[in-house]
């Protein structure tokens, strides 16, 4: 049976325990095959496409989801992954996915996919555990929906003309970092009735309804975002920062830029600024523990630092229902926030979780900088002579210089700033590698290395394996500077000659040993 150009066409209502077998459903005007407050039916061998929606689940009772749909359903050629009570990917790891829901399942990795013109891209209910990254999201009524779900990190997600693109409710414990958000008809990041979640490092733009909404949210925060150019118009539903009927968040190093209505609403002991003070850079002078720091309010202020009111006395950003006693004067992105300066008593919990600083090291010194985000955990870093300030990037990049031919694990790129490598003895690297990626390799915990990318060549660090930790191996490996690096194979046969590199304008500022590092492949979506 072939049902074309209609508006729906086949819909099941309140109508349990059918079968559609081997349908076509192409170009509905709202969607192709939809389930609505039904239970158990049977689904094989359908091919939607060309619908608005492809495949709709709609449920008013936890019942209403039970339903058996394998994954010889297709929407526009892809398959439908319909999973309950899973404990790991499937078969195939979702390379074939065009739409994925998700009932009570734990450990799965939902990773690099496009997903268009869905009910949802991944739609995700009475989970825990799951790792869900790098995608591509567009044209679906969600980017994504999570419902009842704990412990659930949402990583590198691009969510662009949806409806809506990042949607959350009765969820905990839960992560949503680096993504983007933009072009979205309604609302960029929704929270609702959800508690102890964390939104940070996320971009959202364009939003024509709200660009991040939290309502009946508990002990939840909101750090490091970008809100821009959202059309907040004079209406109820139109805003920037919408809180309502929420309890102890917190949302500070915020920048919302080019936004006019930010609101909150019948909520008790929400903190706009940082809960401490904290340590930052600005310029080339470091502040330690200034003061507490709040959001940039889209040029609100001219001076350009962090105010402080019970030293400067200017006044407090005030929005609707709420006030930031610490508004930052430019964007979050002036100033790099660290999280060691150097003492056992002087060290932040809060900061870029790929920067770290320190400072007043004399010859000798060492200093350990911890990050996140990438496969490196923490940088040990000796003083060849006294450092008043230094200041350490660590964070992956997509790819590297050429000259590696065996399998690399992650590229990174490390920058040192402020001083140089001949200021420091020796930098140890301390990172980790999953053991499913050496079981795929076909490698064992001694085969890896870190390789450091120095005149114009790959050249291999000492390397060593510290620990074993269940899912992965720690290394140590030690390298007198920085600049590009890999964790891969070890062994002579894996490099080719140098390679000569041509800098772009972009890349012509000297790196930490005096040489000009290769043009910098584009950063991963963040």
């Known amino acids: 049976m072939t049902t074309p150009e209609n508006r729906i066409g086949i819909q099941l209502d309140r109508s349990s325990h059918n079968s559609i077998v081997n349908c076509r459903a192409t170009e509905n005007g709202c969607t192709g095959i939809e389930l609505r407050s ?12 060309g619908n608005r929606y492809n495949f709709v689940v709609y449920a008013q009772e936890d019942a209403d989801y039970v339903h058996s749909i394998d994954t010889s359903n297709t929407v526009d050629g892809k398959a439908i992954y319909y999973l309950f009570n899973a404990t790991a990917n499937p078969e195939g790891d979702f390379v074939d996915a065009g739409t994925i829901y998700a009932f009570n399942c734990t450990g799965l990795d939902i990773h690099d996919l496009i997903l268009s013109n869905e009910y949802a891209g991944v739609y995700i209910r009475d989970c825990s555990g799951l790792d869900i990254h790098d995608l591509t ?7 994504i929906a999570l419902g009842t779900s704990t412990d659930i990190t949402l990583d590198t997600i691009a969510a662009t003309e949806n409806n809506h693109g990042i949607y959350l409710k009765d969820c905990s414990e839960s992560t949503i970092r680096g993504g983007v958000t933009a072009q979205n008809n309604g609302d960029g990041i929704m929270s609702y009735d959800s508690e102890n979640n964390h939104i940070s490092d996320c971009i959202i733009e364009e939003s024509k309804w709200r660009s991040i909404v939290l309502v009946g949210n508990r002990n939840c925060i909101v750090s490091y975002c970008t809100v821009s150019n959202s059309n907040a118009y004079n209406n109820y ?6 809180l309502i009927g929420s309890n102890n968040c917190i949302l500070f190093l915020n920048s919302f830029v080019k936004n006019t209505t930010y609101e909150e609403y019948y909520s008790q002991d929400i903190l706009w600024n940082s809960p401490s003070a904290l340590t930052y850079l600005y310029g080339e002078k470091m502040y330690t523990h200034t003061s507490p720091v709040g959001n940039y309010w889209g040029g609100q202020h001219t001076v350009a630092q962090i105010k402080t009111v019970t030293v400067s006395g200017d ?22 926030f ?6 056992a008593d002087d060290i932040d919990t809060t900061g870029n ?12 010194d060492a200093v350990t900088m911890p990050f996140e985000g990438a496969a490196v955990t923490g940088v040990t870093i000796t003083a060849a002579k006294n450092i008043n300030l230094m200041t350490v990037t660590v964070g992956p990049v997509q790819t590297g210089p050429k000259g590696l031919n ?4 992650q590229y990174l790129e490390a920058d040192l700033i402020h001083t140089t490598d001949d200021a420091i003895a020796e930098a140890d690297f301390n990172f980790s590698v999953p053991k499913a990626w050496l079981t795929v390799q076909g490698l064992t915990p001694e085969d890896v290395v870190l390789w450091r990318y120095h005149d114009g060549a790959w050249v291999p660090l000492p390397t060593e394996v510290l620990r074993d930790e269940g899912d992965h191996i720690v290394c140590r490996a030690v390298s007198p500077g920085f600049s590009y690096f890999a964790i891969g194979e070890g062994g002579d046969a894996v490099t080719t000659q140098p390679v000569e590199t041509t800098p772009t304008a972009d890349a012509e500022a000297e790196s930490g040993d005096g040489t000009i590092p290769v043009s910098t492949p584009p950063p991963p979506l963040r």
């Open 406 to 409: 065996g399998p690399v694990y």
């Open 237 to 242: 539903w139109y805003r920037n920062i919408h």
């Open 137 to 143: 999201l567009s044209d679906n009524n969600y980017g």
């Open 338 to 343: 660290v999280k060691n300066t150097g003492g």
């Open 315 to 336: 006044s407090p950003f005030i929005g609707n229902g709420f006030t930031d006693n610490y508004p930052l004067m430019e964007p979050v992105d002036a100033y790099t």
């Open 353 to 364: 979780n790929h920067v770290g600083a320190a400072g007043n090291l004399n010859a000798g």
């Open 38 to 49: 039904s239970e158990e039916c049977l689904l094989t061998g359908n091919a939607m496409d």
